[in-house]
């Protein structure tokens, strides 16, 4: 059963891999916060949020994005109700 859309003026947070264990959740909800525009602005806003969640994205190059399940840049917006997950990048042979 697919988890429910994320309430008013919230962001669903989505943690995949590494990035789930090292900040201890799979997935939150948060209020949108103020000046957070654009990827970039979430990702440094999360680095500022927590001891974890500095670690967990210090390296913002090892971390890919998606916003509503479509691959993101930086420059990519985001806005309130919208679903953003991370994750390590994927490698296969």
Known sequence: ????PPGPGTLR?????W???RLGTAAEDVALPD???TVG?????LRGRSEPHAAAF????RVRCAVNQDFAAPDT?????DEVAFFPPVTGG
Request: aromatic share 10%; proline share 10%.
């Open 1 to 4: 059963m697919p988890a429910p």
């Open 13 to 17: 947070l989505r943690y995949f891999a």
């Open 19 to 21: 990035l789930r264990e």
């Open 35 to 37: 000046g957070v525009a």
């Open 41 to 45: 602005d979430l990702l440094a806003w």
């Open 58 to 61: 210090s390296a913002a190059a």
């Open 77 to 81: 917006p985001v806005a309130a109700g």
